[in-house]
């Protein structure tokens, strides 16, 4: 998608802080990072959120989801991490190209949803 911030890192039209890359995915720091270890995780593939996923997009996100623990570990997150989806704007989803938030780095992440 032409206007896409995500889609113009993919293409690197844009500068990240790649940390991972191969023919179908990205991974790059958060800009805002919510912890010490925040990266994010997108196909190249522009994919609007996971409402938008259809079935032949299964390996390719069986691939993201796989990718996730393994760039956790390599960035410091052995004791854990936390993967995030926000989908739609009732999700908080500010940008629409599907990514998976990985935060970690800290020795316990706070909890996430509070009630209110």
């Known amino acids: 998608m032409e206007n896409c911030i995500f889609?113009?890192?993919a293409r690197k039209e844009i500068p990240s802080n790649k940390?991972?890359?191969d023919k179908d995915i990205l991974a790059f720091n958060d800009i805002n990072p919510a912890a010490p270890v925040h990266?994010?995780?997108i196909p190249k593939l522009h994919i609007d959120s996971l409402i938008d996923v259809q079935d032949i997009h299964q390996s390719l996100l069986g691939k993201m989801l796989s990718l996730a623990p393994q760039l956790a570990k390599e960035q410091g997150c052995e004791n854990g991490f936390r993967t995030i989806i926000n989908t739609g704007p009732a999700g908080g989803q500010e940008i629409f190209h599907l990514h998976f938030h990985i935060i970690g780095g800290r020795e316990r992440l706070p909890g996430m949803i509070h009630p209110g």
């Open 7 to 9: 889609c113009k890192i």
């Open 19 to 21: 940390i991972y890359e």
């Open 39 to 41: 990266f994010l995780l």
